[in-house]
């Protein structure tokens, strides 16, 4: 078992009509001017929109909104923010979207606290030392930034999509009506709750120690999510499985499932080399390249596969051939994927590889060969060059 | 499934040598003096109060101690530590110990930053609108008051021993170190894991409905609460099995086994009227009446209870007979109780109560019959009544 820190500070709101309370919840924290900062026209069309400035009215809380935000969140658009909100003299971000519109609220917030460049936070070149502070209301279940301390952009200039992580950027509060997902077509409700599952097990396949309560509720959550997105797949609306959805995605990268565990994190930084170049949906990205991540590297560690697949997915344990068990779990795992129409290649996300750009995505993932990636199995830009090749 | 909030703004520092952080977590929230609030003697004859003191001093950070807190902690000691703050200027608490001595921190907080007479807040008389800031070094898995935003006082006058809940009094910051553990007798250990366990079992019997993914977290905290606390009785110095107990004493408390469901609380309600009269560990006095509760309520939801029977106890499912498998279900639990030295009655507490204590418990309980308890099933002083003599 590692040591840890656990600090989620989130006021969540869960349930609903909760977005009627986002004038009073602003007011709460003293703050007068909000940039309301949305993504397409979804929120505008729903009405959602609408209703969040007249809560923030009745409040007496003045505002300007920004949307555009586009998945894989642009630079650019943080800039635009940054340059609104100093005109405006902006004391608060409200986020109303997914994990895009929050992660780029984050970096409006970090442009607006320190001086530098905020790209320098994501190269790793400068630490932020504040936040603007930020709300959000979630219309879309994945990313689970609502409660995390993390924000990842993309730079066009040379399309590289890059994370900053501190506690600064954590949300004030979190909004959390499941009605606001009913409408989500079918492929981001997967995508979604691929996102979600990815975010628990990359905590929980590791190489060292970890806790029995911390595998337990990381199991509990695996299964729940498995369980309820297929239900979606069939019944958009169910506000039962939307409500699971939702809170598993916020549960599962608030720091809870990896309390006492390192980690593995490999396909995370396999996919945002995929999801920089090429734009992919950020879960069916994951989706597209964790089979064979998980084949790649089962070996160092096949108890905690075989765990997976007998705790999470309800494969039968073969007692007598551990090794075995495993494998059938990482099937299982891809089966279950088929089963809400995700992909088990990168091929089905419409991408098809060549030697030469297999090369580069390794090289950007590797930081120019000098870094390796992964918990469970440290991989070096060869390894990396060997699964997106079994990926393609 | 239920609408719910969701706050745990507490900092958790967990692992070896937390304590010796604590000098700079209390200078980060810029706090210059300090109450040192504590028990009994422990923690000056193991070093822990000398290392604190150390670590207060090298930051810089001015303090006043005050020790003597009792289990069931009283009303007079908390009087006594307003009086100190004030006359000192304290602008920060700092617990070390377990529930009682956070509890106590936790009322004399909200008498410094309130102007009326604290017990008000426990007779539910007036509403706390601040408390001082607070932060915990925690000697005891039990009460997770180091989380929570409650707060229990018993009042010496009357022996009324009444709480106070609100997120005011929710700790800055938590300092766990299994490690300090080590040296709790077995019945602590054992009266604290039940306390624990209690604390998501409240949330866990409910008649309303409930979350999947929270009774998955629940359960799984349950199962690890029950194997763990086994272990300690062998092996108290057993590191991962304190660090689980440990863990599963905040998350227990922190609110989050309660997402989705309402609850039920009885059985907290009525050990709160034993360990006011008769000065009890409060976790004992819970297994010394939860098993009478059960068999009382139980009826009202069988799925429930035999639920709890296979997911949590491992008891094997009679899919013809689901109220035997309730019944077993609570014949396990108390069979789990003895086998860690836990009452299943009230005289293996030492006290023998005749009928007339008995009403007058019940009267307590009840408010002098003006409410009733519990969620499975809505308790009033007859069934109060019933209760305690089934578990006498």
């Known amino acids: 078992m590692?040591?840890?820190?656990?600090?989620?500070?989130?006021?969540?709101?869960?349930?609903?009509?909760?977005?009627?309370?986002?004038?009073?919840?602003?007011?709460?924290?003293?703050?007068?001017?909000?940039?309301?900062?949305?993504?397409?026209?979804?929120?505008?069309?729903?009405?959602?929109?609408?209703?969040?400035?007249?809560?923030l009215t009745?409040?007496?809380?003045?505002?300007?909104?920004?949307?555009?935000?586009?998945?894989?969140?642009?630079?650019?658009?943080?800039?635009?923010?940054?340059?609104?909100?100093?005109?405006?003299?902006?004391?608060?971000i409200l986020a109303i979207g997914g994990g895009s519109v929050i992660d780029s609220a984050k970096a409006i917030g970090y442009g607006m606290a320190n001086d530098c460049d905020v790209w320098d936070f994501y190269m790793k070149k400068a630490i932020p030392t504040g936040c603007l502070p930020i709300g959000t209301i979630l219309t879309l279940s994945a990313a689970g930034s609502e409660m995390s301390n993390?924000?990842?952009?993309?730079?066009?200039?040379?399309?590289?999509?890059?994370?900053?992580?501190?506690?600064?950027?954590?949300?004030?509060?979190a909004i959390m009506n499941p009605e606001l997902t009913y409408t989500l077509p079918p492929y981001q409700?997967?995508?979604?709750?691929?996102?979600?599952?990815?975010?628990?097990?990359?905590?929980?396949?590791?190489?060292?120690?970890?806790?029995?309560?911390?595998?337990?509720?990381?199991?509990?959550?695996?299964?729940?999510?498995?369980?309820?997105?297929?239900?979606?797949?069939?019944?958009p609306t169910n506000y039962e499985a939307r409500a699971e959805v939702?809170?598993?995605?916020?549960?599962?990268?608030?720091?809870?499932?990896?309390?006492?565990?390192?980690g593995d994190w490999a396909c995370h930084q396999l996919e945002h080399e995929l999801g920089?170049?090429?734009?992919?949906?950020?879960?069916?990205?994951?989706?597209?390249?964790?089979?064979s991540w998980a084949r790649y590297v089962y070996k160092a560690n096949v108890a905690r596969f075989a765990q997976f697949a007998v705790n999470v997915l309800?494969?039968?344990?073969?007692?007598?051939?551990?090794?075995?068990?495993?494998?059938?779990?990482?099937?299982?795992?891809?089966?279950?994927?088929?089963?809400?129409?995700?992909p088990i290649s990168i091929k089905e996300l419409g991408v098809e590889l060549n030697d030469d750009q297999i090369k580069e995505l390794a090289y950007k993932c590797s930081f120019q060969n000098t870094r390796t990636v992964g918990g469970v199995k440290a991989l070096n830009t060869e390894d990396m060059i060997e699964i997106y090749k079994m990926a393609r």
């Open 58 to 92: 009745q409040s007496g809380i003045d505002y300007v909104s920004l949307g555009g935000v586009v998945p894989n969140p642009r630079l650019s658009k943080v800039y635009e923010g940054i340059d609104l909100c100093k005109k405006e003299n902006v004391d608060f």
């Open 276 to 291: 920089g170049m090429f734009d992919v949906a950020h879960g069916a990205g994951l989706a597209a390249v964790w089979g």
């Open 246 to 262: 939702m809170w598993a995605g916020s549960l599962s990268h608030n720091g809870l499932t990896g309390c006492g565990s390192i």
């Open 314 to 342: 309800g494969v039968p344990n073969d007692f007598s051939d551990q090794e075995k068990t495993a494998l059938a779990g990482i099937e299982a795992m891809e089966a279950y994927y088929k089963s809400i129409d995700m």
């Open 150 to 173: 993390s924000s990842v952009i993309t730079n066009e200039e040379g399309w590289l999509k890059r994370g900053c992580n501190s506690d600064y950027c954590r949300p004030k509060f």
């Open 189 to 235: 409700t997967a995508s979604g709750s691929t996102d979600i599952l990815m975010h628990t097990m990359e905590r929980y396949f590791t190489q060292g120690g970890t806790m029995e309560l911390t595998d337990g509720i990381s199991e509990a959550l695996m299964r729940t999510v498995i369980n309820n997105s297929k239900i979606l797949m069939k019944d």
């Open 2 to 55: 590692q040591d840890f820190n656990f600090y989620t500070p989130t006021q969540v709101v869960f349930g609903k009509k909760g977005e009627d309370k986002v004038g009073e919840l602003v007011k709460a924290l003293n703050c007068k001017k909000v940039l309301v900062h949305f993504g397409g026209n979804s929120a505008k069309k729903s009405g959602l929109l609408d209703r969040v400035f007249d809560s």
